[in-house]
């Protein structure tokens, strides 16, 4: 029994599904698509859990209309994905596949059809590897890069699309695959790192104007990972290292952007300045209609003095005796609303939306159903709490399920199912789950 209906979110409540391009489609190659960072770096031994790739994922590029088709049938009225730059842009700057741009186009006309609204995000990881090869975020001429593929999406598509994200969870692209060397392109260390993020945030903050000139009506957004943070204990030292690790997973790239610059309690980011070029800050900011914010867990942070540049370490949920998702995250619905509640506390940020949030538990088949009682658990009890935040006065406007249909969840490959729709990776036959039949029954009320 649910404890909440529909229409206590209001009626201007953005409820939607999110997907991203690289996890879905397949067809890496195909007609004149170039390739990208993750098409290359799957192919790379040890980087992907199993070996797996994602050639032909979830083959959206061809069930398009199928999958669409389930999104009006599960009652879902907005439908987030991104767009590949390298199907645009095969070399990442240069010369236009226009066969990328027709199909997009099919992909759009196809949801407005459907009477399904289409979210764009133009970046959600899969930067061309011809600019890799000239450094990617790395380099400055990233953001003019960007500009040129920004301007192209508007252009083709801003006379259907009124709903645009610039970039997906920056700290995670920068962090994963700058940093730590986890994700695409793999590179490692601080001085990859440090200027991969001034990149991103001048080249979030570029898009965001790029299609606020020339899409007068459009609602322009951009999306933040982001968790709940707790220190360990109330020892001074924990606390302290709670708010490294704060500034790192939540602060960086959302405070530059509303023009309160980078986080400055984190010794390593001082190094920030160097990329700085004279005019830089203003040209951080940039001032977006919605924020997306992406929150699945909280993060427990201890102190910790083997942890090079932030002094920090996350208390595994594992090691926590909580009840984990298949990605070992805690399940722990309050952490959205203290989410909305923190970043509601930035006095300009003029509306949140979620604009992902979701479960991966294993799933069966059984009878040609899929019984998925702790997915439709974790969404019916996050929604609770987004609801309870915005009855006090928080700001939010939108609840986006991660994600439609199972697909490629970059490092960890097939295992972890986040899906509304089982896809049997063999047959690529969709199933909905129970979860899936339980938001359209929630959607389906008048
Ligand atoms: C964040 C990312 O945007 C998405 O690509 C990913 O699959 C989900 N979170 C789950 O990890």
Same mark, same amino acid.
């Given at each position: 029994?649910?404890?909440?209906?529909?229409?206590?979110?209001?009626?201007?409540?953005?409820?939607?599904?999110? !997907?991203? !391009?690289?996890?879905?489609?397949?067809?890496?190659?195909?007609?004149?698509?170039?390739?990208?960072?993750?098409?290359?770096?799957?192919?790379?031994?040890?980087?992907?859990?199993?070996?797996?790739?994602?050639?032909?994922?979830?083959?959206?590029?061809?069930?398009?209309?199928?999958?669409?088709?389930?999104?009006?049938?599960?009652?879902?009225?907005?439908? +987030?994905?991104?767009?590949?730059?390298?199907?645009?842009?095969?070399?990442?700057?240069?010369?236009?596949?226009?066969?990328?741009?027709?199909?997009?186009?099919? %992909?759009?006309?196809?949801?407005?059809?459907?009477?399904?609204?289409?979210?764009?995000?133009?970046?959600?990881?899969?930067?061309?590897?011809?600019?890799?090869?000239?450094?990617?975020?790395?380099?400055?001429? %990233? %953001?003019?890069?960007?500009?040129?593929?920004?301007?192209?999406?508007?252009?083709?598509?801003?006379?259907?699309?009124?709903?645009?994200?610039?970039?997906?969870?920056?700290?995670?692209?920068?962090?994963?695959?700058?940093?730590?060397?986890?994700?695409?392109?793999?590179?490692?260390?601080?001085?990859?790192?440090?200027?991969?993020?001034?990149?991103?945030?001048?080249?979030? !903050?570029?898009?965001?104007?790029?299609?606020?000139?020339?899409?007068?009506?459009?609602?322009?957004?951009?999306?933040?990972?982001?968790?709940?943070?707790?220190?360990?204990?109330?020892?001074?030292?924990?606390?302290?290292?709670?708010?490294?690790?704060?500034?790192?997973?939540?602060?960086?790239?959302?405070?530059?952007?509303?023009?309160?610059?980078?986080?400055?309690?984190?010794? !390593?980011?001082?190094?920030?300045?160097?990329?700085?070029?004279?005019?830089?800050?203003?040209?951080?900011?940039?001032?977006?209609?919605?924020?997306?914010?992406?929150?699945?867990? +909280?993060?427990?942070?201890?102190?910790?003095?083997?942890?090079?540049?932030?002094?920090?370490?996350?208390?595994?949920?594992?090691?926590?005796? %909580?009840?984990?998702?298949?990605?070992?995250?805690?399940?722990?619905?309050?952490?959205?609303?203290?989410?909305?509640?923190?970043?509601?506390?930035?006095?300009?940020?003029?509306?949140?939306?979620?604009?992902?949030?979701?479960?991966?538990?294993?799933?069966?088949?059984?009878?040609?159903?899929?019984?998925?009682?702790?997915?439709?658990?974790?969404?019916?009890?996050?929604?609770?709490?987004?609801?309870?935040?915005?009855?006090?006065?928080?700001?939010?406007?939108?609840?986006?399920?991660?994600?439609?249909?199972?697909?490629?969840?970059?490092?960890?490959?097939?295992?972890? +199912?986040?899906?509304?729709?089982?896809?049997?990776?063999?047959?690529?036959?969709?199933?909905?789950?129970?979860?899936?039949?339980?938001?359209?029954?929630?959607?389906?009320?008048?």
């Amino acid at each position: 029994m649910n404890k909440f209906k529909k229409i206590d979110f209001g009626e201007e409540f953005h409820w939607g599904v999110s !997907a991203a !391009a690289f996890q879905t489609e397949g067809a890496c190659y195909k007609d004149g698509k170039g390739q990208s960072i993750w098409d290359e770096f799957t192919t790379r031994k040890g980087k992907i859990l199993n070996g797996e790739t994602a050639l032909t994922a979830c083959d959206f590029y061809h069930r398009y209309q199928e999958d669409i088709d389930i999104v009006k049938q599960l009652n879902i009225p907005n439908f +987030r994905f991104s767009i590949s730059w390298t199907r645009i842009l095969p070399e990442g700057t240069g010369e236009v596949n226009q066969a990328g741009i027709d199909y997009y186009n099919k %992909v759009i006309d196809y949801c407005l059809q459907q009477g399904v609204e289409p979210w764009l995000t133009l970046y959600h990881w899969d930067l061309p590897y011809a600019l890799e090869l000239k450094g990617g975020w790395t380099n400055r001429e %990233v %953001v003019n890069w960007f500009g040129e593929f920004v301007n192209i999406c508007a252009d083709s598509f801003g006379d259907r699309v009124k709903y645009w994200m610039v970039m997906n969870e920056p700290s995670v692209f920068t962090g994963a695959g700058y940093f730590l060397g986890i994700h695409a392109p793999g590179r490692t260390g601080l001085k990859n790192f440090i200027p991969a993020i001034h990149h991103a945030v001048l080249a979030m !903050a570029t898009g965001g104007r790029i299609l606020k000139q020339k899409l007068l009506d459009a609602e322009i957004g951009t999306t933040f990972s982001c968790s709940h943070i707790e220190p360990h204990t109330q020892r001074h030292k924990d606390i302290a290292a709670a708010k490294r690790a704060d500034a790192l997973i939540n602060r960086l790239f959302i405070e530059p952007i509303l023009g309160l610059g980078y986080p400055d309690n984190v010794p !390593a980011l001082k190094k920030i300045k160097n990329y700085f070029q004279a005019g830089d800050e203003e040209a951080i900011k940039f001032d977006f209609d919605f924020i997306g914010l992406q929150n699945y867990t +909280r993060e427990i942070v201890q102190y910790s003095f083997f942890t090079p540049y932030i002094g920090a370490r996350l208390v595994k949920a594992k090691d926590r005796n %909580v009840p984990l998702t298949d990605m070992g995250w805690e399940v722990h619905p309050p952490s959205i609303y203290y989410i909305i509640k923190k970043y509601s506390a930035y006095s300009n940020i003029k509306k949140i939306l979620i604009t992902e949030n979701g479960a991966a538990f294993p799933d069966k088949i059984e009878q040609n159903e899929v019984d998925d009682p702790k997915r439709l658990a974790y969404i019916h009890d996050m929604l609770e709490q987004v609801l309870k935040a915005k009855n006090e006065g928080c700001n939010v406007q939108g609840y986006f399920v991660w994600t439609l249909t199972d697909n490629f969840e970059w490092a960890e490959g097939y295992h972890p +199912r986040f899906g509304l729709v089982h896809v049997d990776f063999d047959t690529l036959k969709r199933t909905i789950k129970n979860s899936g039949h339980w938001y359209r029954e929630l959607l389906g009320e008048q």
